[in-house]
């Protein structure tokens, strides 16, 4: 494991196997007196699915707009594909495709008109660049509304339209800003499938998104940014178990909470927590709490200490 993969989180998840594709160290930026990133230390392996959380304002645009060389951080470095981003600006972009909050399309002109466009300036011939457009609208539904002007376009499909528009060269590296941003749950879905689709064929994705239901989908690791930094790194379930236990939760009619035992999970160890229960308890309501992102996120992003869930009351 590289020195810069270690956060004052002391997680133990290793490092993917391979050269990383994406590394960010000792990475500080700030808007007058305001520090934004106070060092930031991050390595995405080659092929991962890394989602980036945090609370609005804490920092996931400014991390990309460095990532993507839009940025120029006050210290550190960065490297995407192995490629530095402040020292070689114009190599480190031929390795990276990005999405962004605001959608980078030309509104008066139509689905495909935007696809051939890009795809002509990235320099397909013209009978290449009418192949992409027809494959790229095809494996993102977008062939129904092939001729529709973009500003007639809903914004599930602008959303596919901008991660289309990044697909037209291929990249190892997918970075996209709040993918699925007010989108429906089918059009969110689908694209967590063309998501999914891209990371097992081999590409990198490092995504922010407020959806937490969507980096417990779709990534591998998630990393949690408060106050400046990594507050926290590991795997949904990694982050998860370090937010507290599985427990079993009585409540009272009035859903008054009773008890709150921790527990393994297992049939056998929720037996036994039943048996243990006051006898008195034997009306009441019972249910098995697992930690979630949501705990994770509000634990994580508070200035408090994370603390395990509470023991036993009552
Ligand atoms: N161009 C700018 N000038 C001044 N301050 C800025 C600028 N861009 C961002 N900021 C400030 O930097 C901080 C981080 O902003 P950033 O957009 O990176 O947050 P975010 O995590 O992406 O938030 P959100 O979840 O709302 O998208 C915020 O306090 C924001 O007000
Ligand atoms: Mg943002």
């Known amino acids: 494991m590289d020195s810069t993969m270690r956060t004052e989180t002391n997680c133990e998840t290793p490092t993917p196997p391979g050269p990383p594709a994406i590394e ?3 990475v500080s930026a700030g808007f007058g007196r305001k520090p934004v990133l106070r060092g930031l230390d991050l390595m995405v392996g080659k092929g991962e699915v890394f989602a980036l959380l945090g609370a609005n304002g804490a920092g996931k645009t400014t991390t990309i707009n460095i990532l993507t060389t ?6 550190g470095r960065v490297r995407v594909s192995g490629v ?67 500003g007639t376009l809903s914004g599930g499909m602008r959303r596919r339209l ?7 060269v291929p990249v190892d590296v997918l970075i996209l800003d709040e993918p699925t941003t007010g989108l429906d749950t089918r059009s969110r879905r689908e694209l967590w499938a063309e998501v999914s ?39 949904p379930h990694e982050l998860k178990a370090r937010v507290g236990e599985d427990t079993v939760a009585v409540r009272d009619r009035d859903g008054n909470a009773l008890a709150e035992v921790p527990t393994d999970g297992t049939v056998r ?31 994580f992003t508070s200035n408090d200490e994370v603390r395990p869930r509470q023991k036993p009351v009552g």
Do not use: W
Request: charged share 25%; proline share 3%.
């Open 197 to 235: 689709q891209l990371s097992s064929e081999g590409t990198t994705v490092f995504l922010t998104t407020q959806y937490l239901e969507e980096a417990d989908a779709l990534a591998d690791r998630i990393g949690l940014l408060h106050d400046g930094r990594l507050a926290g790194l590991g795997t």
């Open 269 to 299: 160890g929720i037996s036994a927590v039943l048996g243990s229960l006051d006898p008195d308890y034997a009306e009441a309501a019972v249910t098995l709490h697992r930690p979630s992102l949501d705990d994770v996120f509000l634990s």
């Open 84 to 150: 530095d981003v402040l020292e070689h600006p114009d190599e480190a972009r031929r390795c990276f495709a990005v999405t962004g909050q605001s959608a980078a399309v030309d509104h008066c002109l139509s689905t495909a008109e935007n696809l051939m466009l890009l795809a002509r300036l990235s320099g397909l011939s013209r009978r290449e660049a009418k192949a992409r457009t027809v494959q790229l609208a095809e494996r993102l539904s977008l062939g129904s509304f092939i001729d529709a002007r973009v």
């Open 70 to 75: 839009l940025l120029r951080p006050d210290s």
């Open 24 to 26: 960010f160290t000792g």
């Open 162 to 168: 901008d991660l289309a528009l990044s697909l037209v």
